[in-house]
């Protein structure tokens, strides 16, 4: 997939080693162009680990706490500067909302920038993100996931390609757990972002692809015949319909909750 998409970033969750080397960085990459950084696994389960490619993307930092691995950087040929948040959340719904305060914490300095958190969540965020034949989800833990991402004002993206990105082995069950969250910066930087979920393969996760190439605008989210001004009081109604709906935030946000 690497080689196929040839991304500028990738991050990788749950790597269950507990330590990545230069050889394991270029077998994965390809190349010698690459960089990296990691965070270890702790008796197994978890670890983190970011590449990107060095003529494309500058790092300048890198800094990790408990479930998260962070990145500040620029896009070498946009001069955009970023921030990039590669997170593998626990399955525990106290330590998850444990998370999320100890996330928005450490967001604080990077108010404003150009902020993109990804990975996997291990929740949903409503129920038509999940389809199984056992247990229900928690709404508690969901109502925690969307205060943490309605309360840093993150936009989370359609999501193409699949409903779902996590599918156990026997497939009676699904789940949207993995996504991008962008700030409001971010898409004012790069307003024409999609993100997409591979094909998955021998995983039980499918793969996701952020992407913000200029000249790729996705699939079209909204189709109109303009045969329809030709209606009488069409003008109007759209007018009325449109201001009667009363939703804060960046205006990228408010166009994708309206439709």
Known sequence: MVREKKPFILCIQETKIASVDVHICNSIWGDVNVDFSYQPS????????TFWDKNEVKVWSS??????LVISGRFVKTKENFVLWNVYAPFD????EAL?????????PFIGQNVCICGDFNVIRCVDERCTTGNVSSQAASAHFNQFIEGNFFIDLPLWGRRFTWFRGDGRSMSCLDRFL???????????????????????H?????TV???????RPLRILKCWEDFPG??????EKWNSFHIEGWGGYVLKEIF
């Open 93 to 96: 719904i106290v330590r998850q």
């Open 206 to 210: 499918c793969p996701l692809v952020l």
């Open 63 to 68: 800094m990790s706490f408990q479930h998260v």
């Open 182 to 204: 962008l700030s409001d910066s971010w898409c004012i930087s790069w307003p024409n972002c999609c993100q997409m979920a591979s094909a998955r393969g021998l995983f039980d």
């Open 42 to 49: 702790v008796d197994a389960p978890g670890g983190l680990v």
């Open 100 to 108: 999320w305060i100890n996330m928005s914490t450490n967001l604080n």
């Open 213 to 219: 190439d200029e000249e790729d605008w996705g699939p």
């Open 234 to 239: 069409y003008n109007i109604f759209v007018r």
